[in-house]
């Protein structure tokens, strides 16, 4: 089988690559990317995004075009020319109305298409509403390339399922659901990710199918977050503490354990969107979607006034208080800081004319800079601070002692429920 294949990876970050690392350990793989800096570090065994370790990188590189397995990283496209597989990883985030931007995925497309030949079999991974590959992106590659799709050319669905900074649940050891634009391509595309996924495959009988399952995994999530971040408001205003009242219910062998929280990154954050600007397009209005995207974009407003609350439960002059944000990547123990929603508390606090500092030792100040325009540090900062916000569960901030970080009648809001030291606030 691996003599017949050779595979590009177009897009090389938290999806593209571990799967590029992957499927160099049996084919010969270029891994394709238009960041040259992304492709230099990652010629020299770096990965920024700590989702490949440096050793497993470093066993498959290649530095130079061959038919023999491991993994070439590369920014010129007629680099792949001579693939026959090209799957495709790049991001598929929202715009600032929350609207699918499709722009990567088209950009990556037409890329493909000035090398496409024929009997290729082009792979989609990225997330999309039901009906995005063959609406969009077909069209282009036969528009680029002159060819004509399921004569000349073939195509799949694969949907990606990285959870980015989850060492246990790695790419190989996630069940994959495959697709293919006809009954024997799906086999070929099932029987390719069968080949080093060794938790299984689940061959779909169609390209749509498998993009509806990718894009209801996240919503349904984003949904269930959204339940619990309304009964953590409710029960704030009851006196209760939510977390004790989530550990009695989870006694119940079917409750499904979710927590409140910030609701962000590139799939629960996003994906919801995308299935309901779909069936917006088709004429449905989707009520329990959209309501719970609005519930889980309101928390970060949310927290910030609770701790605004705070300050004034505690005699703290708002204006001007020093406020310490912990943690602006996304979700804990990683430095992914896409869509991260801890901007909206950072935003909120400043609204009401507070000094914040943001102390992230995971996220790369250079990313945030770029992506937010915020300044972050990666060291405790030395001086004292009227509030302190846990927003990411870190193992760092853990076992922090944060009390002589504060100032007489300082506050601690920890978001995530998981300080082990004593608190003045929680969701």
């Known amino acids: ?21 992957l499927f160099a350990t049996k084919f010969p793989v270029i891994g394709y990317d238009i960041n040259d800096g992304r492709v230099v570090e990652l010629n020299k065994g770096i990965d920024k995004t700590l989702e490949v370790e440096k050793e497993m990188l470093l066993d498959v590189l290649v530095h130079k075009l061959s038919n023999e397995n491991g993994l070439f ?14 799957i495709i990883t790049v991001p598929t985030p929202v715009d600032k109305n929350s609207k699918p931007d499709l722009t990567p995925l088209i950009k990556s497309s037409e890329a493909v298409g000035t090398v496409l030949k024929k009997n290729d079999i082009v792979i989609y991974e990225s997330t999309v509403y039901p009906g995005a590959t063959e609406e969009v992106c077909i069209p282009i590659l ?10 000349d050319f073939f195509a799949g669905y694969s949907p990606e399922r990285i959870n980015p900074g989850d060492k246990l649940h790695t790419v190989e050891k996630i069940k994959k659901v495959t697709s293919g634009s006809t009954v024997e391509i799906g086999k070929k595309v099932d029987a390719l990710y069968a080949s080093v996924i060794i938790a299984g495959t689940h061959l779909a009988p169609s390209i749509k199918v498998a993009e509806a399952a990718k894009v209801i995994e996240n919503s349904q999530r984003d949904i269930n977050i959204a339940f619990v971040n309304e009964l953590a408001k409710i029960f704030n205003i009851l006196k209760i503490d939510t977390q ?10 079917n409750f499904m ?12 954050g996003v994906d919801p969107y995308y299935l309901a600007q779909k069936a917006q397009e088709v004429g449905y209005h989707p009520e329990i979607i959209l309501a719970g995207r609005r519930m889980n974009d309101s928390m970060g407003q949310y927290v910030a006034s609770e701790v605004i609350k705070l300050f004034v ?16 990547t996304f979700k804990e123990n990683c430095p992914d800081v896409r869509n991260t929603r801890v901007v909206d508390v950072i935003n909120c606090l400043r609204g009401f004319e507070t000094n914040v500092t943001i102390f992230d030792p995971w996220a790369n100040p250079e990313e945030v800079k770029q992506e937010y325009n915020e300044i972050t540090v990666q060291q405790m900062p030395s001086k004292k601070f009227d509030a302190i916000v ?37 969701l």
């Open 244 to 253: 004790a009242v989530l550990e009695a219910a989870a006694t119940k062998w």
């Open 142 to 151: 036969e528009k680029i390339s002159g060819l004509i799709f399921n004569k």
């Open 313 to 328: 439960k505690h005699d703290v002059k708002i204006k001007n208080a020093n406020v310490l944000v912990m943690g602006i």
């Open 73 to 86: 990283c590369t920014t010129d496209i007629n680099d792949i020319n001579e693939c026959n597989y090209f």
């Open 390 to 426: 846990i927003t990411v569960a870190h193992q760092e901030f853990l076992n922090m002692d944060l009390n002589k970080f504060l100032h007489k009648n300082g506050i601690i809001y920890d978001v995530k429920g998981v300080y082990e030291g004593e608190i003045h606030g929680k």
């Open 257 to 268: 354990p979710f927590k409140p929280g910030l609701v962000g990154g590139h799939c629960i």
């Open 1 to 21: 089988m691996s003599k017949e294949i050779k595979i590009a990876i177009i897009g090389l970050g938290y999806v593209g690559l571990p799967l590029a690392r």
